[in-house]
């Protein structure tokens, strides 16, 4: 199994509307020959393309591998939602972890959030940013713990940017019928991916970093000084980072033994009407739901609904995307059921069983950060400044997250497919209870 081409072409875009509403920076060559450098990078999302910038303005010489295009894995085709924390929530880590590191782990994931704007604010792109996301429950069991965790927020960390919904609020900010309660944060907020990768792309290439494309990266070397190998290439440097998520394909067997690929999809209807579209989200705030396959879901500028959800079982792409997202779509918003899809796709991302960030050594100079579980957009880019300043000897929060709990999925790489079949089919199953 081939995971960077078994749904996708080399050399491009997922056919979304992000890849059709964004500028690509490059093309960007093809590395070529002997190249040598003090940093090598292997990943163009958000991780490798921060590690990249990072490194460049701190003065190494920096080469980035992409294996397609920049921007064309997950970091290109997510829910472009921005989130505060980490993918656990608060009380679920401090029960896990204690609460001085829970408290330490709410603080990074602040930084990630903060870091995420502060790169926004430095390209003069502002990524179509809005403040706000909604955790909205579709069951009315899990009202009492949302009242809980807000009233936790504020009292043990002094985050006042969260409130409560009950359900006329949630109804009212989600436009459907099908939530019982949530919450909002506003110190959350969303984005279009595509764009935030591609301003990435440009700061780090304006740094120095040497950013190539359609260079796949075929073997690695990390017992000693680290060698990298493309078709067209051999990369000698003194430190390799590798940033890779769900798209390691089985590369390096350490990290495939604690990080999954899995699937999502998305799609994207016509332009609605603007009457629909503010009844639907009157505030435009995002949403994620409570169900375990997970819907999430945000408007764009342009009036159209940008909605993510539906399981896999395998890791080819269903044959029908459309059909795939209508099914949950419609669950969320029955007058969307026979609106016309103008795009959909899939993507894959890196998961982990702890649903925390697995960083790991690969070598005495070489790292892998991945393992994001659908909380990238912020916690990749934060990750790609921590490689950098360990890259520097300043390994303290590479160290942190490199401590956490990463138990491994069960099976080998033929059997964590069926695994996760069976997995989600059971969770799937629990939603509709």
């Known amino acids: ?162 409130r409560y919904l009950d359900r006329d609020a949630v109804r009212y900010e989600t436009g459907s019928e099908d939530y019982h309660s949530g919450t909002l944060d506003m110190g959350s907020g969303h984005l279009h991916p595509l764009r935030y990768a591609f301003a990435i792309a440009r700061l780090a290439e304006g740094a120095g970093a040497r950013l190539h494309e359609m260079s796949r990266v075929t073997r690695i070397e990390t017992t000693g000084k680290p060698r990298i190998h493309t078709d067209k290439a051999v990369i000698e440097a003194d430190h390799l980072v590798m940033a890779l998520n769900g798209y390691h394909n089985n590369m390096t067997p350490d990290v495939a033994r604690h990080v999954m690929p899995i699937n999502n999809f998305i799609a994207v209807t016509e332009p609605l009407p603007a009457d629909l579209a503010a009844k639907l989200t009157p505030n435009r705030h995002a949403v994620a739901d409570s169900r375990f396959v997970i819907n999430y879901f945000r408007m764009s500028p342009d009036n159209r609904m940008i909605f993510g959800g539906g399981e896999s079982y395998g890791y080819k792409f269903p044959s029908d995307l459309r059909a795939k997202v209508r099914g949950p779509m419609s669950g969320v918003y029955p007058e969307l059921k026979d609106i016309t899809l103008d795009y959909a796709w899939g993507g894959t991302l890196g998961i982990t069983m702890s649903r925390l960030p697995h960083f790991t050594r690969l070598g005495p100079a070489a790292m892998s950060v991945s393992g994001f579980s659908g909380q990238g957009v912020a916690l990749a880019t934060l990750a790609g400044q921590i490689a950098a300043e360990t890259v520097e000897g300043q390994a303290a929060r590479f160290d942190l997250f490199r401590s956490l709990p990463a138990p491994r999925f069960p099976g080998g790489p033929r059997l964590r497919t069926p695994l996760l079949a069976a997995a989600m089919t059971w969770y799937a199953l629990r939603d509709k209870f």
């Open 1 to 162: 199994m081939d995971i960077l081409t078994i749904n996708d072409r080399p050399g491009e875009h997922a056919p979304s509307w992000y890849a059709a509403t964004a500028e690509a920076p490059g093309p960007y060559p093809v590395a070529t020959g002997a190249v040598k450098a003090d940093v090598c990078v292997v990943g163009g999302g958000y991780a490798g393309l921060s590690t990249a910038l990072h490194l460049a303005r701190r003065g190494l010489d920096v080469v980035l591998l992409e294996a397609s295009r920049i921007g064309s894995g997950a970091s290109g085709r997510n829910g472009g939602q921005v989130s505060m924390g980490q993918r656990l929530e608060q009380g679920d880590l401090e029960e896990q972890l204690g609460p001085d590191q829970a408290r330490v782990l709410w603080d990074m994931g602040a930084q990630a959030v903060d870091l995420v704007k502060t790169l926004l604010r430095e390209s003069g792109d502002d990524c179509d940013w809005r403040d706000g996301v909604i955790h909205a429950n579709h069951r009315a069991r899990f009202s009492d713990e949302s009242k809980a965790h807000v009233a936790h927020m504020h009292r043990v960390y002094g985050y006042d940017k969260i």
